[in-house]
């Protein structure tokens, strides 16, 4: 697909994102914090100017959660029972992604 033709394409290979924007290339590093079967947690290296949060995917599923308080920013293609799993695994490990987090980007 030519780059110029969408407005963004996705490319995920391990720990590594290529985001293709026009025809602009930006690389990512995708730090992992917690894999529960499936279901692999994450930040990017260029949230650090966000506010606390995790991204989940799933094959080529993905949700974003704020971690304070703990909520939905958004997600896709997943279902309302995955959603509602991931909510309660992140409940449960937040103080793990909070400390994650805060070492990751020096807070």
């Not at 720990?15 to 499936?38: A, D, K, S």
């Not at 896709?76 to 992604?97: D, K, M, N, T, Y």
Request: contains cysteine; proline residues 6%; charged residues 25%.
């Amino acid at each position: 697909m030519d780059p110029t033709q969408c407005r963004m394409t996705y490319v995920v290979c391990g720990r590594l994102q290529c985001v293709v924007r026009r025809t602009q290339v930006h690389i990512r590093w995708m730090p992992t914090v917690l894999r529960i079967g499936p279901y692999r947690f994450f930040f990017y290296s260029s949230d650090g100017n966000e506010p606390q949060h995790i991204h989940v995917e799933r094959d080529a599923s993905l949700a974003k959660f704020w971690l304070d308080p703990v909520r939905l920013e958004y997600s896709i293609g997943l279902s309302a029972p995955e959603i509602r799993r991931f909510g309660r695994i992140i409940v449960g490990q937040r103080q793990v992604l909070l400390r994650h987090w805060d070492e990751y980007f020096g807070r």
